[in-house]
């Protein structure tokens, strides 16, 4: 992996990461030194974690997805995992406890919750395909109100090069 630093504006933020090897392994290509939250998992997926659309179609019909929700949006659920929605709750409950503290944070987490963060801070209700402005090769910059409510402040934010010593 390549050494990249935080959005420009964010040396001196607070990091937070999902305790997951992906994660973390993405904090230290970034130079950072996280604190890990659990609320920062990607999403259960239950009976299909580790398969393939594929491997879950060939498993379960070609309706899966649709049978546990998809069309629904944050009742999605797949089977004996975690719903969109308490995905949401959880991420909300991570963005509160930021608000709280008043500081600046880089979190680095996995696509779910990029996702959830993307909801909470435009009402996308989920039911459509992810919108395709929301790159998640590049940074969500978020402000927070006081009770943790997200606003979009950039979308797509690049990631810096580090520079070669």
Same mark, same amino acid.
């Given at each position: 992996?390549?050494?990249?630093?935080?959005?420009?504006?964010?040396?001196?933020?607070?990091?937070?990461?999902?305790?997951?090897?992906?994660?973390?392994? =993405?904090?230290?290509? %970034?130079?950072?030194?996280?604190?890990?939250?659990?609320?920062?998992?990607? @999403?259960?997926?239950?009976?299909?974690?580790?398969? =393939? @659309?594929?491997?879950?179609?060939?498993?379960?019909?070609?309706? $899966?997805?649709?049978?546990?929700?998809?069309?629904?949006?944050?009742?999605?659920?797949?089977?004996?995992?975690?719903?969109?929605?308490?995905? /949401?709750?959880?991420?909300?409950?991570?963005? =509160?406890?930021?608000?709280?503290?008043?500081?600046? $944070?880089?979190?680095?987490? /996995?696509?779910?919750?990029?996702? $959830?963060?993307?909801?909470?801070?435009?009402?996308?209700?989920?039911?459509?395909?992810?919108?395709?402005?929301?790159?998640?090769? $590049?940074?969500?910059?978020?402000?927070?109100?006081?009770?943790?409510?997200?606003?979009?402040?950039? %979308?797509?934010?690049?990631?810096?090069?580090?520079?070669?010593?």
């Amino acid at each position: 992996m390549s050494a990249l630093l935080p959005p420009e504006g964010f040396d001196g933020a607070c990091a937070y990461c999902s305790p997951k090897l992906r994660a973390r392994q =993405t904090a230290a290509c %970034l130079g950072l030194e996280p604190i890990f939250d659990d609320r920062l998992v990607e @999403q259960d997926w239950g009976a299909w974690e580790g398969l =393939t @659309q594929g491997g879950i179609f060939a498993r379960d019909g070609r309706d $899966a997805f649709e049978r546990a929700g998809s069309q629904r949006g944050i009742e999605f659920r797949p089977p004996g995992g975690e719903s969109t929605g308490e995905v /949401h709750a959880r991420v909300q409950s991570f963005l =509160t406890d930021v608000a709280t503290k008043g500081e600046d $944070a880089i979190v680095v987490a /996995h696509l779910g919750v990029l996702r $959830a963060a993307y909801v909470l801070a435009t009402g996308w209700d989920m039911s459509a395909a992810m919108p395709p402005e929301l790159d998640p090769r $590049a940074a969500l910059i978020l402000v927070l109100s006081e009770d943790g409510t997200p606003r979009v402040s950039t %979308l797509n934010a690049p990631l810096r090069p580090r520079p070669l010593r």
